[in-house]
């Protein structure tokens, strides 16, 4: 726990200086609760345990949310098909965290977007059948949220004409369409999300480590009592050896790859997770005319259409992935098939011109045996396959909490002793508390900063209350109100920021997690680099070396992905971004088999 006369936002800051502290507690201290993996579920695991009172590191390979918590639909919501699959609890748990999230927990992070249902043309009896069938299934989903959800916070449900729906989302084909339902679910930056629970649980005492890759388990007998981590930052020091009375690993498409680590005792994990690639498109918003996003029928699985600032992102496919796990490569096929089924009804198709971005992500799906990876559940599981280890695994984005709140109380039992139950229900994350005042007075904000009330905006839905500290580094140093060269709506502010207080390390966690840059823009973030590598360099104290390399790399990891993407198949796209290490253990980590575990 922090000390009361440390404030929470200061306790909270990723600063280089406190990654050395962390570090350095890594070493010295036995921790209660040592979580493997910082993507959602991890931090939330992280979070949920430091707000008991245990004593919580986590350490992650690469950075905060670098894959699969990255790269989802930016949604936080329900589910309707779960629902049409009569899975109501499900839908009940996930409506309830939706609820919690955008009323209480994050506000400033997740917020309502309208989504239309469009109803095909058909026949007239068969439009009366759809309309109903929808009708019931929508109605259901608001009722649900309304009955059972904690702070529902969004909208009810509302029939729409063809001419209606039409108005609302004019690039509809009208021949395509009988008219339309308009619902609301919770839309996210997920990989802001994950920096702000990894930043709260910090704020609470968590040491929270990045680049610290995990390469095997501290054993006693039959007993897990630690990991063996290795600091990527400095490749060349010694392994640390971090002990721990419960490791949890929340280490998502990564998950079978702990029993193996365990193999020469015959351990087996309980569970198996298959990876399912899901991919996204991103265009700009005057490619298709609409206010409102879509959610459509494919053969395989559902196509969201949905707005996202200046942009509308598109996505996703459901194919099972065994290929390279940490950066999982969209094909031509996986971008033709998208832009297919999206044209289907639209009045002008899209193409390969208007793609800004496509980014790909995996998700861990609990085995079953279906074939299709559509078809695998979405539930979680927590299982103890060896004394003193948990694998939490499975589950859904919008459902991070109740997975965290389940691994962390099987820990606690095994703990034993007097810790609280879960109470991150109640717990708002950084920069949350106060948003609702802020947002109300934006306009005075932006006044007594000299700055426009858009860029307060900006900055209030990106970091929340969180605001007034990138506010006093413009004041102190006024050069940081410039826009990022090939990215306007991004101030170099924000960079320094990211490597000042979010743990941000490389110049890849900038423009790709603490931005979407990369794939927000034309050039990917290839115009931005130099100048976000200048500004963060100069808060990290990199020389021109370290610069150049950074800016070499990430050029490198543009052109890799863009080539991935002109290529026909996975094996061939997969072939063609690992032409590009990862920037972590730049030269003296290539080749080494290690344990990826970021989620």
């Known amino acids: 726990m922090r000390s009361p006369s440390v404030s929470r936002y200061a306790a909270g800051r990723l600063s280089p200086i406190r990654r050395v502290s962390d570090l350095r507690r890594l070493r010295d201290e036995q921790f209660d609760v040592l979580v493997i993996g910082g993507g959602v579920t991890g931090a939330g695991a992280a979070l949920d345990a430091a707000s008991r009172g245990l004593s919580v590191a986590l350490v992650e390979a690469r950075d905060l949310a670098a894959g699969t918590s990255s790269r989802s639909s930016k949604l936080i919501h329900g589910g309707l098909r779960y629902l049409e699959q009569l899975e109501l609890h499900l839908v009940h748990e996930a409506l309830t965290e939706r609820g919690l999230l955008t009323s209480r927990l994050a506000p ?306 095994r703990l034993g002793g007097s810790a609280r139950p879960s109470r991150t229900d109640q717990l708002p994350l950084l920069g949350a508390d106060g948003f609702a005042a802020a947002w109300r007075d934006r306009q005075d904000i932006a006044r007594r900063h000299g700055v426009t009330a858009g860029v307060v905006e900006h900055l209030l839905e990106r970091y929340g209350t969180l605001t007034v500290h990138l506010l006093a580094m413009i004041a102190a140093k006024p050069e940081l109100a410039t826009p990022l060269a090939g990215a306007p709506e991004y101030l170099a502010a924000e960079v320094a920021y990211a490597a000042q207080a979010e743990g941000a390390l490389h110049l890849d966690d900038v423009l790709t997690r603490r931005t979407r840059i990369s794939i927000e823009t034309p050039h990917r973030g290839a115009e931005t680099a130099a100048h976000a590598a200048a500004v963060m360099g100069e808060a990290l104290g990199w020389d021109k070396a370290v610069r150049d390399r950074e800016i070499e790399h990430y050029l490198a990891r543009v052109e890799a992905e863009r080539q991935s993407q002109k290529m026909p198949d996975d094996l061939t796209a997969d072939a063609a971004r690992l032409g590009v290490p990862d920037v972590r253990g730049y030269a003296a980590d290539r080749g080494t088999e290690l344990l990826e575990v970021d989620l």
């Open 108 to 413: 400033h992070l997740v917020r309502p977007v309208p989504i239309l249902v469009p109803l095909p043309a058909a026949s007239p009896p068969a439009r009366v059948w759809q309309r109903a069938y929808y009708g019931l299934g929508v109605a259901a989903y608001d009722a649900f949220a309304g009955v059972f959800g904690s702070g529902r916070g969004m909208p009810l449900h509302r029939h729409l004409t063809r001419d209606g729906a039409r108005h609302l989302f004019p690039s509809l084909r009208a021949e395509k369409i009988a008219g339309a339902i308009r619902y609301y679910d919770g839309q996210v930056d997920d990989a802001r999300l994950v920096v702000n629970l990894a930043r709260t649980a910090a704020s609470l005492g968590a040491a929270v480590v990045t680049s610290a890759r995990v390469t095997g388990f501290v054993r006693e007998a039959r007993e897990v009592v630690g990991v063996k981590v290795r600091d990527l930052e400095a490749p060349d020091s010694p392994e640390l050896e971090v002990r721990a009375r419960t490791v949890v690993a929340a280490t998502g498409v990564w998950s079978d790859d702990l029993s193996r680590m365990l193999s020469d005792v015959g351990v087996r994990p309980g569970l198996r997770v298959r990876a399912s690639k899901g991919v996204h498109l991103v265009v700009p918003r005057s490619a298709i005319t609409g206010e409102a996003g879509l959610i459509l029928r494919t053969p395989t699985s559902v196509l969201f259409v949905i707005p996202w600032g200046g942009h509308w992102i598109i996505g996703t496919t459901d194919t099972d992935w065994q290929l390279d796990r940490s950066h999982p490569a969209a094909s031509a096929r996986d971008i033709s098939y998208l832009l297919d089924q999206v044209n289907t009804v639209l009045d002008r198709p899209l193409t390969t011109d208007d793609i800004e971005g496509v980014y790909a992500g995996l998700r861990p799906l609990l085995s079953g045996e279906a074939d299709s990876t559509s078809k695998l559940s979405r539930e979680h599981a927590v299982v103890e396959p060896m004394l003193g280890l948990l694998l939490v695994a499975g589950g859904k984005y919008t459902t991070y909490r109740v997975m965290a709140a389940d691994v962390i109380d099987r820990a606690v039992r």
